[in-house]
């Protein structure tokens, strides 16, 4: 009780507490990750154990639809696999590649953004101009070109071995330009306030004065970006796996399980692609929900209180 009164008595905790929304959107969310990093203990079955597994019971509907059986509650695939214990594993790599692509993005967009912003000169020229040509190109054509490079250089066998880590790579470079430009814009007004002049003037150094001082009062809008930007890595994951040029796929995520589905969709077998496409579209649309919350949050204009 006492946890929850401190954490009312914030800024943050009060706007958290007072909407439904961000409530809701976290509930979902937490309850979605909870299950996918902890599939072993709550999935009904092991997807990927061929003892769970039977192609007697392929193409079992829905448990309400006709045909249904009550040990499969969202039926199952091609395979005899049950669609629900499928989803939920699936949803483990498609969020460890969201979650590691946009932190690897956070990163690199940061640095080079406060960098850039505080140096000056033609360093930050050189990154503002990479900037502006990279965001006229599409993330997701930016991530197939990433993925055909890695295709072209290395090997097939080593590419679907390190095909996540490919795929961590192609979506974090294509979302970094807007952590750039966003912390580079704070940078500039910063970097003129009293406390950075002085800090010049006890000595301290230009990278403890960027990443000491600067870094944590420009923090707002980067986390509202990571936020926002954690649904659309997770999209474009999807997105790369059902065109077949993200994880294997004998790997599971949304993406793959999409693209299979998408198969028989004609064939009256709906559900193989219906519920993983409903499991995405939910997942997303939480992240998204925490990230207007968390911009209006942190914005101290919209402050009502």
């Given amino acids: 009780m006492k946890i929850y009164q401190k954490l009312y008595d914030t800024d943050i905790g009060y706007s958290f507490f007072n909407s439904k929304v961000a409530i809701v959107s976290f509930v979902i969310f937490l309850l979605i990750a909870f299950c996918s990093f902890f599939a072993e203990l709550v999935s009904p079955y092991n997807p990927f154990d061929p003892i769970n597994i039977s192609l007697m019971d392929a193409f079992i509907p829905p448990v309400w639809s006709e045909g249904g059986d009550i040990r499969f509650i969202l039926g199952t695939d091609q395979q005899?696999?049950?669609?629900?214990?499928?989803?939920?594993?699936?949803?483990?790599?498609?969020?460890?590649?969201g979650f590691a692509s946009i932190i690897f993005a956070m990163v690199l967009g940061v640095f080079l953004g406060v960098t850039s912003g505080y140096l000056g000169g033609k360093y930050e020229i050189i990154v503002m101009r990479l900037t502006d040509v990279q965001l006229t190109i599409p993330s997701i054509l930016m991530a197939l070109l990433v993925d055909g490079i890695a295709r072209a250089i290395i090997s097939k066998s080593m590419h679907d071995e390190m095909a996540i880590y490919v795929l961590i790579f192609a979506i974090g470079i294509s979302e970094w330009p807007q952590f750039a430009r966003v912390t580079r814009a704070s940078t500039l007004?910063?970097?003129?306030?009293?406390?950075?002049?002085?800090?010049?003037?006890?000595?301290?150094?230009?990278?403890?004065?960027?990443?000491?001082?600067?870094?944590?009062?420009?923090?707002?809008?980067?986390?509202?970006?990571?936020?926002?930007?954690?649904?659309?890595?997770?999209?474009?994951?999807?997105?790369?796996?059902?065109?077949?040029?993200?994880?294997?796929?004998?790997?599971?995520?949304?993406?793959?399980?999409?693209?299979?589905?998408?198969?028989?969709?004609?064939?009256?077998?709906?559900?193989?692609?219906?519920?993983?496409?409903?499991?995405?579209?939910?997942?997303?649309?939480?992240?998204?929900?925490?990230?207007?919350?968390?911009?209006?949050?942190?914005?101290?204009?919209?402050?009502?209180?």
């Fill in 189 to 305: 007004v910063e970097k003129n306030k009293e406390y950075v002049a002085a800090s010049k003037i006890i000595g301290l150094s230009g990278i403890y004065i960027m990443f000491k001082h600067i870094l944590p009062n420009i923090l707002r809008p980067v986390l509202v970006i990571a936020t926002i930007g954690l649904a659309l890595a997770i999209i474009a994951e999807s997105t790369l796996s059902f065109l077949g040029v993200g994880v294997p796929p004998t790997t599971p995520s949304l993406g793959t399980l999409i693209r299979f589905g998408n198969n028989f969709l004609f064939s009256g077998e709906w559900w193989i692609t219906f519920f993983p496409a409903i499991f995405l579209v939910v997942l997303a649309l939480s992240i998204n929900l925490l990230g207007d919350w968390m911009r209006d949050a942190l914005n101290p204009k919209l402050k009502k209180r």
């Fill in 80 to 97: 005899g696999r049950d669609m629900l214990s499928t989803i939920i594993y699936g949803s483990r790599i498609s969020l460890i590649v």
